[in-house]
Every structure is written in structure tokens, then in C-alpha cells.
């Protein structure tokens, strides 16, 4: 009875709509302001207007007859499915949309105006130096400083240290890179090993000796192969002082590229391993080489304890500008930050380099002849032409001098009578011979310089921590604390240049396939671990434990190691040799596909309904993966799954910690086809072809896209049979643009193709909250508007060529010297144009000769139809000394301002500079960028790190791929000629302002919306398409499964559940960290009615009873990598609070 009253309404509903329909074209017709209201006399020309009125209206009649016969189907549909529930089908519009039925729920869009204060920015953070402004007035001319190339002279008067003797720490280091010239296996075998080795002999020998260490995944591998009498004698010396691990992060990451996820995931394999094997808590980072430095670094130090910092790589402008001011030492703060709380003590190095000849002090003529593994007979020596002299005694006073006039002159450029003296390079001290002549020869200059008081001098050897522990002292405060007099600082320093106009901004995009690899790595990971969390948890939870396959933890462990290496500066930059690069790619692809199958074991478990029946079988994956690669270098092939009459399973997990409303898509070998839900409710399906290029439909090969609502983190159960009922299927109409192109179709029965051999005519796609038009010749965006909007916004996409310069420096993999503007991309032939429509999504894809770009519009409610999905397959392998952008074209006004992310943790500001070249305004951009004025603002997500830049107003641009044939000479003598086919995922985000937020414009601090932070997450967590593998005999029935009690307040995002190691490595322990985050967000964009549902909750958390079917036994806040409790563990009822822009860690027991 019920079902007959429900197909009884939706009837009336669907006629009442072709009803209105009528009456609106009826009045069109009526109301039409053209039509002549004079009676009498028709003239001629009034004849005709009536002729096409009548024309209009009988048109109109038989688009409104369509409708009428789609409502009787519909009818015919819901009486035929009277015995299930009725499928409620979209239906085409007049107008050529598609209109989907309304959803039964409503959206609901909750947030506080408290939890809008926060980007307003009431307490804005006071700074000394923030580096907008700073950059804004320097003059960046690069003036010869003399022996000091890009500095000045430096003087002082010899009595300065009489009241205050000057204190010196020289601290040895070998800068190891984990792959580069060499892989990472090959460097550790022929140096690595051997440095580790004569480490341990040539401490022991004098305990006034230092060393610094900071690559963990070096150490860990070393650590692995000695004896337990060698660990023992390194436990000892990292007791006494004498050997410090600094910042202990697996690899010393780039700044530029990595993700925040990545970053604090290496940052703890480092820290946990150091806790496990010696016990030891870095305190102080050592960053020497990255190219650039990050504000996210320092934040993620100082929530993982660490109290200060050593920076390298800095603009030499910069430098020389903080030296002459004396600011090199400086707090670096937050942009957000209110209360101090994010402040770490940071410590610019101020010279060219951090080699030997670069750091006692600006004359690296002098200092290089203290560098004694450059003394004569040996492989290298100073280009200076002055060789190092062995110290005696008859030649010591005069060289002790000659050193102490450079760490004097070097010591005037800070504040405090402390001085720092690093003493190393890359791969240093690797042979025992090394290691005697630079602490012999060191030992007597300060035994000679220690031993005259009037000198008023204390030298000695010292790790980084010895310098700040007195350098603290000094100035008479704790760590952590700020010294009096320092400035604070907020901003980052990018981009980097070392000399002239040499701009380190090619980095930010070469080997971009990599780039991309790395970050589905990443995803990949994060939902293995959160999968394998809930697994574990349940299995321990129902007494199942020990039957999951609990050894997959040893998997997790190495792809964090993988992906924790790939993060290293010379691999996730693509700046290492291509036997390397390749190298990287099998690590990445080796985790990648275990991490399939971590997933799939989760998955297994958890979508069981009866929990007895579970049973691992390794060779027998209950799950098959949802794609293949079959090289390190290849593109993805998605599975194609083979139906029969018999329904086949597949699981959609969803990666997000909110509900996500989304178009699945999934190949079948089949266009007969039938979806349905876990309760066998058949949904409606979009069927489209699967092209194999152009003009090539694959055979055999469908894809099927349906419309479903999918659980935070859940684990969704379809059923996927081959029908010949297609009632609820709806194919996708193709047109083909050949322009003039004498190609030939490949096309099946199964979808009808309108080709079109000439046309110019422009045409556009709409859902039901966007328009986005074409332009006929080209197949590109031209104008983008809401729908409901009168004025179309100009939003233009082209391709780009820039070249390289013809002079002696060129581009390479670190540089960028293009060879002036970018020059129109053009292509050998038109373009083929393919444009596809349909109920659930409608696309426009456009073959060029060197890239395919596919515009896609969903037509889904909420954060998926909002904007336009854009993907570019590039293919330059053809091409010489040329790099290819793609530029977005607005009307938006945004006066050279524009907004990048750093590591997706944080927005900064940039400003266009005129007074700088080209190259030098080019940012990095892991996962956003955007441009706005007061009433728009145009947001690129990125699902891969590029470089990006506005270069005038209203534009956007991203670098996609560079081809460079020659090395930019820093070191690494190759060019980058080891191009990939690279899919480039973005989503292109148009939103409207509103007045509340414009007077912070001005403000070195931005955010995302809301809606922003979402669409990033959807293209960055894709959800995963899983078929149940085993057909005969059927497997046991799988069940939905739903992790949480409820979603996580909308800006929440929960970076990680990670479960820790055991005692036996390659085991969990019953101990999980939480990692959560909390963003911040922007409320001055539009965001009701937008059909999205967001809730916050002022910061608010509440973990009892958030696990569905699970206890959380104990909750203890602890710093960001696990080292340090921050309270006391608390059993359940633990409400968590976090800041907007927090990540907090938390150690779980769930019960």
C-alpha cells in the first residue's frame, strides 16, 4: 500500500513539473516584449514574427511531448519496479541538461560564527621581519662585496672580546644524500658504511671530539648491519655528548614539493626508530641543503619538541640583507600565530655554501686552507689556489691567527658572542685519514688559541645543540625560549637564488611523473594505515588476531620508509641522476603495490559479516586491486571487470573522514548492465564508451558511472550483474569536432556518435550550479558562471611554450632561465574535439599533439559539481630546451597578488615583483593556488606539486613538464631528458566573495574556504574501486562497513591513524597514533545553499563512543612524533580541543 502511495506521488511529481513546464513556455510566448499589441492591419513583416511564434511554439509542444513520454516511462518504470523500491531516473531537459531527482535529505551547512574569527585575524601576530615586506624592499642588485662575493667587508676592533670572549663551536658533519649521483644503496656501500665505521673508532679515541648525524634512513641501514659492541659504543657516545642526531627525520626533506602528510610521517619513522634503538630525542634541525626553506618546517619541529634550528639555502640578497642588520638568528613564528606558541629559535647560515670554504667566515680563499682533506697530495684542492699546511708548532700561531681573524669577522654579523663553525661537506670523513687530519689539525690550533687569554678566544669541537645550549646560556635564558633583542619573523624564503639571476625554480616541476607518483604513494599509504588500524582493532576486539594477517605491518613500515626517502631533497625535486630516478620509481611502485594489498586484507576483514568465515589466503586476494601499472615508469590500466548473469561485489572505500556524494566510476566488458545497492536496489547508471584514443572506442570495454552517497572512511558494498533489463541505464551522446580532419571512427553500436567534421561554433556544459562554455576551433574553457548569474566571468585556458636562453647558463633540473615570455603552444594539426554528455557527468576532451585535456563537469549536489574537473596527459618527449605551461586567463582583478600553498598545510601570499625576472616569480604549489579581487576568487587544486605563478593580473599559470638537454652545473651533469607520458589532475574552483572579509586583503595571511579545503580532499583521497575476485564458488556475502559514530566536524581532517611498532619490528603494537588537523578556514566566500553539508563544533571533539563497535580504553596527548607525553593518558570521555590550524597527535588503546 505504502509503495503504491509512493508511486502514485513521484507520478503526480514528475507531471506537475511537465505541467509547469507548459504554462512557462505558454507565457514565454505570451509575455514576449517583441510582439506587437496593435490590432487591425498585420503587416507583412508581423506575419513572419507570428509564423515563428507558432514555429517556437510547436517546437516547444514537442520538446514538452519528450517530456510527457519520458514521465509515462518513468510511470511504466515505477510500476514495473512496484515490487522493490522505484528508481528515480534523471531526465533530460529541454535545454539539452540533465536534471537529477531531488534528493530525499536536505543539505545542511552549520558553521559558528566563532569559528569564522579566527581568518579575520582579530590578534594578528606582531613580527619584526615579515618576508613579504621584506622582499618588497630589497634591491636585489647584486653588488660585488669583494672577498665576499655577494656580501661586504667586514670590520671589527681587536679589543671587542676583551669584556666578552668570543666562544667558538666547530661541528664536523658528512652531509649524506640517500640517493643522488649514486642510488642510495650504492652510496652507502662505497661511503656511508665506511663514515659510520671510522665514526665510532675515531670518537673514542678523544672525547673532545663532535659529530652531527641527520639521515635516519642511512643510520637505520648501517645500524642493522653491526655489531651489538659497536651499537653499544654509539649508545655511549650519543650519552656523552659527543655524537648528536640532528632533526632525526628519516631523509632532510625537501621544502618545496613534499606534503605535510609525508613530512610528518618521515619526521616520525625518524623519531620513533631513534626512541627505539638509542633512546635519544633530537633537539635541534639541520637543514644544509634544501632549496628553500618552508615556514611548515619549523612549525612541525616545534610540535615535535625541538627548540631551534639551522637554515642554509637563503636568497644571497637575503643574507646579505639579515647579516648587515644583524638578524640572521631570528624566532620564526606562524603567520597565524597569536601567542608565541608556534616560535622556534632559528639560525640563518649567512655565506654562499655549507662546505668547508664557505663557513669559518667571508673569505673562502682563507678557509679553504682549513679545510685539511684538501692538503697537498690528496684528490681535491682549493680552487684558490692556496692548499691547506699541516699545523706544527713552528707555523701554528701564525695560521691560529689567520683562522681567528675570519670566526672574528664571521662572529660580527650576529648578535651574540657565540659563534657556529659547521666543518663538513657531502660524503665527508669516509676514509680514517680524514678523519686524523681534520681533528688533529684542529685540536692544536684551538690547544694554541685556547692557550693565549689575550686572544680572548674559547674554541673547541661541538655539536649543533652544544651551540645553542650556549648560546642560551649566554644570553641567560632556558631553550625555547626567546633571546633578548631577536627579532621574530614570519613568512618563508622562497624562491631561492644562489647567484646572479640563477633562480632555483625549475625544481618545483621537473620530473613531474615522479611528483605525481609519489602523491598517490602518500594517499595510498594514509589509507592502508587507517584500514589497517580499524582491522587490527576489531580482529584484536572479536579474539580474531590471530588470524589477520598481522605481518602487513612490516609492508606499512617499508612504503613509510619508501615514501620517507622519496621525500629526500634530490628525489621528490627530480634532481638526481636517472639510474637513481629509476631507482625511486621501484621503491614507490614495489610499496605502492603492497599497499593494494594491505588495503585489500583490511577491506577483507572488515566488510565480513560473519567474521568466522574470514580466512587469509595470500595467494587468493579476496579483493582484486582497482588498477595495474606494469613498469615504474607507466601510467595506470584500470581493471575491467568481466560480468555474468550472477552479481559480482565491489567495494568503494571512501579515504575521507566526511560523506562524500560522488560519481563511481568502473569498467565492465559489457554494455548490459545492472547496479544495485547492498540491499539489491537497483541504481541508475551513466554508460559511456572507453576510448583508446581520439577517434577509437575500445572494444569490449564500458564504463559504468553511478551516483552514491559513500560513509566517512567507509567501506561501500555494490552489486555489479549483466542484465538485459536496461531500464535504469543511460547512455552518454557523443559529438565528435574532426575540424577538418580526414580521421577514421572506430565506434560500436552501443553509443550513438554525431561527428562533425567542420565546426566552429562555440558551445558550452551545464549542471545545476555551473556553466562553463567552449570555444568551437580550439576545444578550450572560455567562460566559466553560477548558474542563475546573468554575466559570464572570461575564465580562458591555453597551452604554453617557454624556451631556454641561448647564452651560456640554461635551464637544467634545478633552474629555470627561460629565454624571455611564453610563447602560444602550437600545434602540428587542429585538435579533435570529443564531447561527451550525460546524467551523472559531461566532458570535453581535446587532442593536441603533445597534450590531451579532458574538462569534466559532474553533475552531482554538493562540493563534486562545483567545479571543473581538469586533467592533462602530457607527452613532450619530442621536444628540445622547451617546458610546457598551462595558463588560466580572468577578468578577476588581482593586481599582481596571488596565493600558493606550502606542503598543503598553509596558504602564503606572493606578490608579482616587477623588479625581478621571470623566473624568480615562480612558486611552489603542492596542492593550491589562487588569484581573486573583491567579488571572485579562482582557486587551481592541484592532485601534484608544480611550480606555478601569476604573472599578470588575472592569470594563473603552472609549468607541466620541462624537457632540458643540458646540466644547469650544480652538480648533478645531466640535463632532463628522461620525459614520462604524465597525467596532471586539477580541479578549477570559481567563488563568489562576500563583503565580510576584504578589509584583510592587505594581510600576509590567507585561507581556503570550507568548500576549498573539501574539493582539495576529494582529488586528493580518489575513492577506491575493489571487485570481490573469486566468482565460483560465490563468496560470502559482504556487508557495508562504517568505522565512525558520526562524521569529524567539516574542518577536521584526520591526517592519520598509525599504528605503532612492536617490540618485534615487523609486528604492531596495541598502541595507534591519532593525528588529526584542524584548517583554517575563510567564511568571507559564498557557501550556503551550495548543497554541501559542513558542520564545526568551535574545535571540539568527542572520542568516547566515536569509534562504532569499538572503546577507546586510553587517550594521551603527546607532541607531534610520539617522543614526548603532553598530559597524563585518560581512559573514555576524553573530549579533544584543538586551534584552528593545529595538528595534534594522540596515543590511542582502542579497545
Known sequence: MKLKKQVTVCGAAIFCVAVFSLYLMLDRVQHDPARPHSAGNFPRSQISVLQNRIEQLEQLLEENHEIIVHIKDSVLELTANAEGQPVLLPFHMPNGSWMLPPEGRPSFYSVSSQDCQFALGSGAPKTDLQMLAVSALLPYDNQDGGVWKQGFDITYEPNEWDTEPLQVFVVPHSHNDPGWIKTFDKYYFDQTQHILNSMVVKLQEDPRRRFIWSEISFFSKWWDNISAQKRAAVRRLVGNGQLEMATGGWVMPDEANSHYFAMIDQLIEGHQWLEKNIGVMPRSGWAVDPFGHSSTMPYLLRRANLTSMLIQRIHYAIKKHFAATQNLEFMWRQSWDTDSSTDILC??????????????????????QFDFKRLPGGRINCPWKVPPKAITSANVAERALLLLDQYRKKSKLYRCKVLLVPLGDDFRYDKPQEWDAQFLNYQRLFDYLNAHPDLHVQAQFGTLSDYFDALYKRVGIVPGMRPPGF??????????????????TGYFTSRPFYKSMGRVLEAHLRSAEILYSLAVSHARHAGMDSKYPLSDYAMLTDARRNLGLFQHHDAITGTAKEAVVVDYGVRLLHSLMNLKRVIINAAHYLVLGDKEAYHYDPAVPFLGPDEVR?????????????????????IVFNPLEQERLSVVSFLVNTPRVRVSNEEGQPLAVQLSAWWTSATDMAPEVYQVSVMIRLQPLGLTVLQVSKSFDNHNTLRSTVRLLLHGRDLPVRKHEAFPVRIIPTATEDFCLENQQIRACFSGPSGLLKSVSHVGEEQERRLQNQFLIYGTRSTKDKSGAYLFLPDGEAKPYVSKDPPVVRVTEGPFFSEVAVYYQHVQEVVRLSNVPGVDGLSLEISCLVDIRDHVNKELALRFSTDIDSKGTFFTDLNGFQIQPRQYLKKLPLQANFYPMPVMAYIQDRQSRLTLHTAQALGASSLSSGQLEVILDRRLMQDDNRGLGQGLKDNKRTCHRFRLLLERRSTAEKGQDGRPVSFPSLLS???????????????????????????????????????????NLRTLQGEDDSLPSPETALILHRKGFDCGLEARNLGFNCTTTLGMLPLSGFFQGLEVASVQPSSLTLMYPLAPASSNGTVVHLDPMEIATFRLRLG
Not at 347 to 368: A, L, N, Q, R
Not at 631 to 639: F, G, I, Y
Request: glycine letters at 2%.
Open 347 to 368: 639560525h640563518m647560515m649567512p655565506f654562499y655554501s655549507y662546505d668547508v670554504p664557505h663557513t669559518c667566515g667571508p673569505d673562502p680563499k682563507i678557509c679553504c
Open 630 to 650: 606494469l613498469n615504474q615508469d607507466s601510467l595506470p590500466e584500470k581493471t575491467v571487470i568481466r560480468l555474468d548473469a550472477a552479481p559480482r561485489f565491489v
Open 1013 to 1055: 579545503h573539501m574539493t582539495s580532499m576529494h582529488l586528493n583521497a580518489e575513492v577506491l574501486v575493489m571487485p570481490v575476485a573469486q566468482e565460483k564458488p560465490p563468496p560470502p556475502t559482504p556487508r557495508s562497513f562504517q568505522p565512525f559514530s558520526a562524521p569529524l566536524p567539516c574542518d577536521f581532517h584526520l591526517l
Open 487 to 504: 627579532p621574530v619573523l614570519s613568512g618563508d624564503f622562497f624562491s631561492y637564488a644562489d647567484r646572479e639571476d640563477h633562480y632555483w
